[in-house]
């Protein structure tokens, strides 16, 4: 057990003991700490902007769903933003999830080694797929297609209402926003999970195995909770990548200033991201623009605690294995 501690000792000095390391150690150091001054500095520009805004309208601009700065008092709140950027993430993760998990289970457990790169390759390429491509896509190709599987969905399971379509257009809703969404968390999924699930140990499947138990048993009770916290750190890091999505949804998303509760296959919605990327371009004065950066703040917010939580998940779970 005294290995672990021995090879930490031996990198520690590693790091210092010739001059390439320390200038090295040095750069990534001073790195490390550009990053987290340029994210203060961000926090405090939002929050600074955030202020005045939550002095003047109280909570109330959390609680209000409305955009009308023609009133005198003005009517204006983001919790219709708000609510909607949690709906597009959770149909987003409805989508993701399953498919990232049968992914990361094909490619560490089934798939052939030449495939299994071939696979790893192309889902790790996909993250770095501009989101401004994406929502194009989106726009022009998956839009017709997506209009029909939400007309099946309406036909054959609008008695549920999450299926539900009174207007009769299908266009410009949660759920095609929500599948773009899903596309972009994909690769963060599942290039976590397919780490955690390709450090299951070699013992623990060789002695499920030696039991007569099926795949099926050895990923119910041996695989999948061995890595268990880590995939769910995965899913909240892709639940952080939603909710700050921007211009994909932009593009497939009616923004409408109501909320919308839970009519998925509905047109109209809204996210925060795309309330700030719609309005901004036609800000009608430095108000409207401070309370556009205060929704940034808030959302901001939201995503950094979404992210703290998962490192919190992925690194408890790295100690449980030690």
């Known amino acids: 057990m005294a290995t672990p501690d021995l090879q930490q000792r031996d990198l520690q000095a590693a790091a210092t003991s010739h001059r390439g390391d320390r200038v090295f150690n040095r750069a990534i150091t001073v790195a490390a700490f550009i990053s987290l001054i340029i994210l203060a500095g961000i926090a405090i520009f939002l929050g600074a902007q955030a202020l005045p ?21 003005v009517s204006v709140g983001i919790f219709g933003m708000l609510y909607g950027s949690i709906l597009l993430s959770v149909v987003a993760l409805v989508i993701a999830v399953p498919a990232s998990l049968l992914l990361s289970i094909f490619i560490v457990f089934l798939a052939p ?16 797929i501009p989101s401004v491509i994406l929502g194009l896509w989106a726009f ?6 997506a209009e029909e599987w939400q007309r099946l969905l309406n036909e ?19 759920f095609i926003a929500g599948f773009v969404l899903a596309i972009m968390v994909i690769p963060i999924t599942t290039s976590v999970t397919r780490e955690v699930l390709g450090r299951t140990p ?5 002695a499920a195995e030696a039991l007569g138990c099926s795949m099926w048993t050895m990923l119910r009770y041996v695989a999948l909770p061995y890595g268990r916290g880590g995939i769910v750190g995965g899913v909240m890091l892709g639940l952080g990548r939603a909710l700050g999505e ?6 497939v998303l009616k923004l409408v200033y109501d909320t919308n509760w839970y009519h998925v296959i509905e047109s109209g919605g809204g996210s925060v991201a795309t309330l700030i ?35 919190l998940i992925v690194s408890r779970t790295g100690r449980l294995k030690k």
């Not at 921007?246 to 593009?251: C, E, L, R, W």
């Not at 990327?277 to 401070?290: N, Y």
């Open 140 to 145: 022009y190709v998956l839009n017709p297609q």
């Open 202 to 206: 070699p013992d623990l499947i060789n």
């Open 53 to 73: 805004v939550f002095q003047e309208l109280g909570f109330s601009f959390l609680t209000t769903t409305a955009w009308d700065l023609t009133t005198d008092p």
């Open 156 to 174: 054959y399971l609008g008695w549920i209402p999450f299926f539900e379509n009174a207007s009769g257009n299908f266009l410009g809703t949660p």
């Open 113 to 128: 080694k030449k495939l299994a790169s071939i696979l790893t390759n192309s889902i790790d390429l996909m993250a770095a």
């Open 277 to 311: 990327v719609s309005r901004f371009g036609e800000a009608s004065g430095p108000f409207e623009v401070q309370l556009l950066l205060a929704a940034g703040f808030f959302l901001f917010l939201m995503t950094l605690i979404v992210n703290m939580i998962a490192n």
């Open 246 to 251: 921007t211009i994909a949804v932009f593009f």
